[in-house]
Nanobody
Framework: QVQLVESGGGLVQAGGSLRLSCAASGSIFSIRRMAWYRQAPGKQRELVAGISSVGSSNYEDSVKGRFTISRDNAKNTVYLQMNSLKPEDTAVYYC?????????????WGQGTQVTVPS
């Protein structure tokens, strides 16, 4: 299992920036990918950005050029730098770890952190 603790959410005006952090513990050496998802009220959870164990990253189209995912392996922490925030970025953001356990890929989730960008 992987335990995830998120921080860094809050309220920010449109055009502003926030940085989310996700600290991982537990079976960290089995992690294959870390990612950020978000879920807005009445909508399905969606992938925002992911970063593999070798550092390759991918982004949802609406955040490309505005958000950056990165990782600090020494701190077992993944970050999501969010710039030029828009009201449509308002959501609960969840950290996700995809890891290998008994030859099966599994997912663990953080508790979520609220990001609010007023219109």
């Amino acid at each position: 299992q992987v335990q995830l603790v998120e921080s860094g959410g809050g309220l920010v005006q449109a055009g502003g920036s926030l940085r989310l952090s996700c600290a991982a513990s537990g079976s960290i050496f089995s992690i294959r990918r870390m990612a950020w998802y978000r879920q807005a009220p009445g909508k399905q959870r969606e992938l925002v950005a992911g970063i593999s164990s070798v550092g390759s990253s991918n982004y949802e189209d609406s955040v490309k050029g505005r958000f950056t995912i990165s990782r600090d392996n020494a701190k077992n922490t993944v970050y999501l730098q969010m710039n030029s925030l828009k009201p449509e970025d308002t959501a609960v953001y969840y950290c996700n770890a995809r890891y290998l356990s008994a030859s099966v890929l599994r997912d663990d989730w953080g508790q979520g952190t609220q990001v609010t960008v007023p219109s």
